[in-house]
């Protein structure tokens, strides 16, 4: 692939922008487009945040490709420091180096008429064994001393510490970076630089401040079902529109992650590699995994699947995670309301309390005339309702 002129602008316009990312499968709408040519004129960084699997680390891949240029990645974490993310010295070389040159160093000192002399001399000879010869670039150094323009990703900068974001100010703002024992290195090519978030926290508005901003979000379906074709996932083009509106509705649910645009993606793939040749609540069920991850997500999506294939379908007795053949000699009572935890399923314990209740047998149960009858709990009306209206069995 050929590498532009630095002198060159990336993009002549927006359309050319949208177009050669699209060339690269990257599918970009007018705001993303603008912001892309945008950065490429203005020289500034471009933050994306949003939520997980829109696409924000894919555009700095694709951008790397449409412009030719070597794309470099800082995976940001907790507990990161600067040493991994800007340089750091190699000590060991500096080691090896003192102890092959040490009779050189020996000649330096050897006339000083006492121990002051000679560390001033030895302390003249910091240059040499702290210069970039020894200095490990990590990204972001790299980045700014690369002999070629490149593409710099910092991913996830909100996993990020606070000190990390504090380093990276300098780098954003005047793509240089200050080491105590060299002195200033200045990018030698400006470098494009996305930095994307998938809001884990806040960042500091003097980051923001000083990058373009963009928030990504889920694509309206016609775009995702356009980004599912451009993937050549196999799956017909009614099949693959049916998914996107299932999809949709996934994400419409309480679900601690939903599904992002690479899932979806997935099991495109995965369905057309089944064979599918109809979206049924069986099939989609089985696969669920494939887009949900979590197993109170998955409980929630399995009940909602069958509705979503059909508004008037019930959810089979399988995917409740029981059963209800107990064989205890008694139903469930569907027409009635029972006590349910938290997470929406039985719960159980109460049901239990439940049938212990006082006043649930007749007078000889507690010894004929003799015995002594509980009274009942006297329940105002209406407080069933009012209990358990948020928590209705599903129809």
Known sequence: MTTLPESAPAFIDVEEARQRLADHGYLSDDRLATTVFLQTRLDKPVLLEGPAGVGKTQL???????????????????????????????????????????????????????????????????????????????????????????????????????????????????????????????????????????????LSAALKRRCLHLFLDYPDAERELEIIRSKDTGLSEALAGRLVEIVRDLR???LRKAPSISETIDWARTLAVLGV??????????????????????????????????????????????????????????DTLEPRDDSGDVDGKAVRLAKDSPGRHDDGYYGGEGGTKPTPKSVPAGQGSRSFSARKRPV
């Open 60 to 202: 700095a891949k694709s951008l790397a490709e449409a412009t030719g240029r070597r794309l470099l990645r800082l995976q940001c974490y907790e507990g990161q420091d600067e040493t991994k993310a800007l340089y750091e010295w190699d000590y060991g070389k500096q080691l090896l180096y003192t102890q092959i040159l040490r009779e050189k160093l020996g000649s330096i000192v050897e006339d000083a008429v006492d121990l002051n002399e000679s560390i001033e001399r030895i302390a003249k000879q910091d240059s040499v064994f702290f210069s970039e010869r020894f200095l490990a670039a990590r990204p972001l150094l790299e980045a700014i001393d690369s002999d070629e323009p490149v593409v710099l990703l910092i991913d996830e900068v909100d996993r990020a510490d606070e000190a990390l974001e504090a380093v990276l100010l300098e780098l954003l703002s005047e793509f240089q970076i200050s080491i105590p024992e060299i002195g200033t290195i200045s990018a030698k090519h400006l470098p494009y630089v996305v930095l994307t978030s998938n809001n884990t926290r806040d």
């Open 252 to 254: 419409t649910l309480d």
């Open 277 to 334: 040749e109809e979206l049924t609540s069986d099939v989609l069920s089985s696969t669920l995994n494939v887009v949900v991850k979590y197993e109170r997500d998955l409980k929630k999506a399995l009940d909602a699947i069958p509705r979503m294939v059909d508004p008037n379908a019930t959810v089979p007795d399988g995917l409740h995670g029981h059963g209800h053949g107990h064989g205890h000699g008694h139903g469930h009572g569907h």
